[in-house]
């Protein structure tokens, strides 16, 4: 029963503790990007909770068709959860970057990682208090779904932050292209219930959660040499 306690204290503060650290981290460095974090977490609340769903609820009481999908095709009915996720939750992305530009003017990739962190940590302190509220949680029981669950955030939160990125390059470059990459992409993502295997659904979570971490890591790469390149440019043009 210990391990069990153990176990699901342990899965409920990951969906919990790297939100809430993320959180103190921002505060503590005073740098303004807690402005970002807090605007990853309104992109994710009302596009989602205060935009989508409603919508879907209504959506789902009005149209029979819509009511009867996920008993006639589940492919459709997951494809239309997933790209109504992508486009609402992305096209919130967009709209916070757009407003930050203009309240900071200029943006880096240390405000796309705490956007992103926001978005996707917002989004699992809603999923663990939902399951604590509708007593999904039982600390004594079986701790693996719960613990799969944790894991299941942190791949997510990372997933978020490869989209945050997609979306502040499409910001800068004033390009509607990786917008509609990231929609797909999220999509994708959620589409990927239909397979209704849960080890392979996490399985191949965790494949894009890495996916998405290395180019992430790939761009903050680029976007470093980019800058020493200017700084020697200016350096040179300085000595002459």
């Known amino acids: 029963m210990i391990g069990n306690i153990l176990g699901n204290v342990i899965g409920f503060l990951l969906m919990l503790g790297v939100p809430l650290a993320a959180c103190i981290y921002y505060l503590w460095r005073r740098d ?3 402005w970002m ?7 994710f609340t009302v596009s989602q909770l205060l935009i989508r769903i409603p919508l879907l609820q209504y959506a789902g009481k009005k ?20 790209l109504t996720a992508g486009l609402f ?9 757009g ?5 900071r003017r200029a943006l880096d990739w240390k405000d796309a990682l705490a956007l992103g962190l926001g978005h996707g940590g917002v989004e699992a302190v809603w999923v663990a208090v939902s399951g604590l509220l509708a007593g999904n949680f039982d600390f004594t029981a079986d701790s693996s779904q719960v613990l799969l669950g944790g894991v299941e955030r942190l791949f997510a939160m990372t997933l978020h932050v490869g ?18 990459l990231a929609v797909l ?28 971490l290395l180019l992430v890591i790939r761009f903050v ?17 300085a000595a002459k």
């Open 185 to 212: 992409l999220h999509g994708l993502t959620d589409f990927q219930l239909v397979i209704g295997n849960l080890a392979v659904v996490e399985g191949l979570l965790a494949i894009e959660a890495v996916a998405a």
């Open 63 to 82: 149209w029979e068709w819509l009511m009867l999908l996920p008993y006639t095709s589940l492919v459709l009915y997951y494809g239309f959860l997933g």
């Open 221 to 237: 790469r680029r976007v470093a040499k980019e800058n020493i390149k200017a700084e020697e440019k200016e350096k040179a043009k």
């Open 163 to 180: 989209f945050s990125f997609l979306i502040f390059k499409g910001v800068e470059e004033k390009k509607a292209r990786w917008w509609l």
């Open 32 to 34: 303004g990007r807690i």
């Open 37 to 43: 974090f807090f605007a990853g977490i309104l992109s």
């Open 89 to 97: 939750e992305e096209t919130g992305r967009w709209a916070a970057f």
């Open 99 to 103: 407003l930050m530009k203009r309240r």
